[in-house]
T-cell receptor, first 115, second 118 residues
């Protein structure tokens, strides 16, 4: 069975500093990995995905993520955080073997960027 | 990205009544649709998956008679919470995948519906 772990419930960072939101996964075969962001009382917005190719994936709003197969990780990063980045971030995985191509989400990490 | 419109964004209903939530894909054909439920400070829990014109497949523990899903067309899906009770209060989110694109595409989500049963 596929699973995603986001070990941090909350990440605090000062504006202008780099941020990292951690994600590790477990899946049979090659994974499709995604990051989504959720603002209060809103649906999820797609940030970026890794399917194949370069391990460093660039996405929306200056975010990027690095796929590390040996560590089964897909950490989300941004060089310089903004207060407006404060939100709930979800990592998700889809395995090639899932019949309905279901996304499995992590528990989410709340990012709080202070001015 | 694709646009998914979900409404209402908020609804308050009395216990015992039914509530319908609509989800529309505005610029693509949604052959596969997912309904999620999100509890406060928790992740998304997949409730059911459906393909257009077919019956929904419900996840273990989800009552199909309570959460009626209709995916009658490629642009519209509905979730009806029947005989709602306070424990059904939650945030419900629909999600589509674009059937005309590759399997590895991301899913697109509606804005969510905050249901409060009083």
């Amino acid at each position: 069975a596929q699973s995603v772990a986001q070990p941090e419930d909350q990440v605090n960072v000062a504006e202008g500093n780099p941020l990292t939101v951690k994600c590790t996964y477990s899946v049979s075969g090659n994974p499709y990995l995604f990051w989504y962001v959720q603002y209060p009382n809103r649906g999820l917005q797609f940030l970026l995905k890794y399917i194949t190719g370069d391990n460093l994936v660039k996405g929306s709003y200056g975010f990027e993520a690095e796929f590390n197969k040996s560590q089964t990780s897909f950490h989300l990063k941004k060089p310089s955080a903004l207060v407006s980045d404060s939100a709930l971030y979800f990592c998700a995985v889809r395995g090639l073997n899932t019949g309905f191509q279901k996304l499995v989400f992590g528990t989410g990490t709340r990012l709080l960027v202070s001015p | 990205g694709a646009v998914v419109s979900q409404h209402p964004s908020r609804v308050i209903c009395k216990s015992g009544t039914s509530v319908k939530i609509e989800c529309r894909s505005l610029d693509f054909q949604a052959t596969t649709m997912f309904w999620y439920r999100q509890f406060p400070k928790q992740s998304l829990m997949l409730m059911a998956t459906s393909n257009e014109g077919s019956k929904a497949t419900y996840e273990q523990g989800v009552e199909k008679d309570k959460f009626l899903i209709n995916h009658a067309s490629l642009t519209l899906s509905t979730l009806t919470v029947t005989s709602a009770h306070p424990e059904d209060s939650s945030f419900y989110i629909c999600s589509y995948r674009d059937g005309a694109r590759e399997k590895n595409t991301e899913a697109f989500f509606g804005q969510g519906t905050r249901l409060t049963v009083v």
